[in-house]
């Protein structure tokens, strides 16, 4: 018999599973927070620190032993991720975990054009087929990564054309995932959409990312010969170059430019636009 809390969250040291975390404290759940630096783990009411590692199949079914409803950051990219997901995913099955409530991408399909979505696509499938009630969160492109992405010359450089992004803020993202964990029986085997309430193109994004810092941004819209150029200057790998200047083809592909209206009937709350968002 445990005493932990039998809900779980991944990724409370990072960005989005800190907000989930902090989210679902202020509505006095319990929580266990698997962490592979659990000291990293924020400090909050009700919440317990466990060291896991999706890679460690072993160590991740211990930390799941008694949970029912787990909340699963996807993995940072890279070579392996979906191997990685696929082994806590398991893990999670096996310890008993009811219901998997999954960050996936919107669009997520074995051939989309963002590389990594397909990465999503393979998790969810796995999820799918390991007979756990599940909830997919396919989130669009994070508003709040978007100021990152121009360069210190002021231009937001990608081969993206004309096309729109929905993008969706974390906080938005984070009051869903609270939502749904907090009910999840309510959104069994659903599979909602998380976009910003309208869909910018980057002329747009670079427009009001400029208004907000008062930097003279804009766009540049790059062949995809030249956007591999432009990324080599950073160390990485073929598949990483892959996923960064795809962020831009999917965006040119038309694949992210679909608004939802999920955020809004799960929290009852208009989503964020990319205006509020830097206005914050
Ligand atoms: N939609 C988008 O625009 C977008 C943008 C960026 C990323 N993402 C995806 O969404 C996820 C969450 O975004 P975020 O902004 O919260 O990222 P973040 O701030 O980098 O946080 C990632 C979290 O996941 C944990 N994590 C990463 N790899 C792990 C692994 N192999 N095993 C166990 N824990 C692992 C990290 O733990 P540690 O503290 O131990 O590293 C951290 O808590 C990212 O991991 C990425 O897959 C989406």
Known sequence: MTTLPTLAVTGSTGALGGRVARELAGRGLPQRLLARTPGRAPELSGAVAVPFSYADRTAAEAALAGVRVLFMVSATESADR????????????????????????VGAAPDCTFTFGRDHYATEQHIRASGMAFTFLRDNFYQDILPGFVGDDGVLRGPAGDGRVAAVARDDVARVAAAVLSDPERHRDATYDLTGPQALTMTEVATIIGQATGRDVRYHDETIDEAYESRRRWPAEDWQYDGWVSTYTAIAAGELAGVSDDVQRLTGRAPMGLTELLAG
């Open 82 to 105: 979906v191997g990685q997901h696929r082994a806590f995913v398991d893990a999670a099955a096996a310890a008993g975990v009811r219901h998997l409530v999954y960050t996936s991408f």
